[in-house]
C-alpha cells in the first residue's frame, strides 16, 4: 500500500477544493490568460491584456448603457414548433432546456430608460439561448420593441449578438427577415432614430436584414461581423480572404460601420448620437 498516494494526496485535495470557490477564473479566448473573475467584471468584461470583449448579459448590456431603465415585457411566447423538427433531441424539448437555463422565453429581450435625459428603447438579443439564433420569437420581440419606440416617440437601438437564422423553423425564421425590415420602414416613416450595435458575432439572417439598416452602425472591437463563415467564402470563390476579414475594424475601413466603439466608451458615444439625431434636440 503507498500511504502517501492513498492517504496523503486524497486529503491535500480535499483541503484545496474546500479552498477554492468554483467559478474564481476565467479564461481569455482570445489570448488564454487566466483572469480573475471579480477584475474582468470590474473591467466591463474586457480582457485587460488583450482587449477581447466577453458575451455579456441583456441585463448587463442595460446597465452599461442606460442611467436609469426598466424591463419592456414582451408578449408571452408558446413554444412553437411549426416542423416537427428533431435533430439529436426535440426543438421543443431544446427550447424548454434554454428557458429553464437562461430564464428567458427566447433570445431576445428588450428595455426601455433614460441616457443623458433622452427616451431610448433597447432591443438586444441573448447568444446564451440557442446562439441569439433568429426564430418567431425573436422577430415577435424585434416588432413589439419597435412598435414600443414609436407609440413613446423614443430612438430605438438594437444589439445584435447572433448566429443566424434558426433552422429549426425552416422558413418561419426566415420570414422573420422581411418582418423586422417592414417593423424599421415604420420607425423610419415616424422619424425615429435607429442605432445598431453590432457585437460578437453577428452573422447569417441577422447580418441580413435588421442588422445593417441602421442610421448609424456602432460595432465593438474586433466583432465578427458577416453573412456566411469564411471557410465557405474561401471554398466558393477560391480565394484567400484579406487579414481580418468580416471583422468589425475592417468593416469599418471598408465603409459598413460607422464606429468602432470599445465598451467603456459605448455610453458615452450613444448619449452624444442621440443629442445629434433626436428630434427634440434638432
Known sequence: ??????????????????DIPDHLWDKCP????????KDLISNLSVCEHCNYHFKITP???AKLIFDSFERIQLKKKPIVDPLKFKDSKKYSDRLKE???KTLEDDAFQSFQGEIGQIALTMGTMNFSFMGGSMGCAVGNGFVESVDHAISHQSPFLIVTTSGGARMQEGLFSLMQMPRTILAIQKLKK????Y????TDPTTGGVSASFAMLGDIHLAEPKSLIGFAGTRVIEETIKQKLPE???RAEYLQDHGM??????????????????LCLSPKNV
Open 98 to 100: 434554454y428557458r429553464q
Open 257 to 274: 460601420v460607422d464606429m468602432v466603439v470599445h465598451r467603456s466608451a459605448l455610453k458615452t458615444t450613444i448619449k452624444n448620437i442621440l
Open 30 to 37: 482570445s489570448c488564454d490568460r487566466m483572469l480573475f473573475r
Open 190 to 193: 415616424a422619424s425615429l432614430p
Open 244 to 246: 481580418g476579414f468580416q
Open 59 to 61: 441585463l448587463d448590456r
Open 1 to 18: 500500500m503507498n500511504w502517501i498516494t492513498n492517504f496523503v494526496k486524497p486529503k491535500i485535495q480535499a483541503l484545496i477544493k474546500r
Open 195 to 198: 442605432i445598431v450595435l453590432l
